[in-house]
């Protein structure tokens, strides 16, 4: 009987042991199905960050392109401006230079049509001639002295074409070759000292003459 009871109560005990083991294994499953999802969660967060990573690599090679080549755009613009400012300069400089040119030879046209139409000098004396060269040349000298290039080459032509063989012809000349170096008008200054050099050699104006047409030779 006592051995009946003890087989009894030992079947109990292990029952109970039993549920309680499945128990403890249901409880590890469910820990160790958490820690999975919890992992997968995890890689797919990695996995989605590493996605956008990616996208903003993307994004940054597309800025960084754009940028290159709204930078070279701009470089092209600046460079082309730059050229189109130095070619307007250029034309700017050409047509000051024409103008001159034009200006210069409207005022030796005005000095030819005078001298046609100027009738030739009689009933005059010998000393009121010179007296009136000599007024031309001060005139002439007048507008030098001023720095008024362009008329003070007419009124040095005027005494040269009335008095071609007067006292100040060489003067005369040599300053029309430095009103015309002032107006950067280089070879028709040449021009005139070299005819300075040629017809009256010996003289003060053709010495000065000859050092501007040196230093114009090593400038150029």
Known sequence: MRYLILVIVAFQMTGCLKTRGEIGGSETAKVSQEQQQVAVRRADDSSRLNDLEAVVRRMNGR????????????????????????????????????DNRIQVLETR?????????????QGRTKTAAIKKGTGYFEDAESLFQKKNWKK?????????????????????????????????????????????????????????????????????
């Open 109 to 121: 046209i005005a000095g030819l049509e005078a001298k046609k139409a100027a009738a030739p000098i």
């Open 63 to 98: 800025f960084e392109t754009i940028e290159h080549k709204l930078n070279t755009k701009l470089g092209g613009v600046e460079q082309k401006n730059r050229s189109e400012e130095a070619t307007l300069a250029s034309l700017t400089e050409q047509m000051r230079i024409f």
């Open 152 to 220: 003070a080459i007419v009124a040095y032509n005027k005494y040269r074409e009335n008095y071609p063989k007067g006292k100040f012809w060489g003067d005369a000349t040599y300053k029309i070759g430095v009103c015309f170096q002032e107006l950067r008008l280089i070879n028709e200054a040449k021009s005139f000292y070299e005819e300075v050099v040629e017809k009256m050699p010996k003289s003060t104006s053709a010495r000065k003459a000859r050092y501007r047409l040196n230093q114009l030779k090593k400038r150029g």
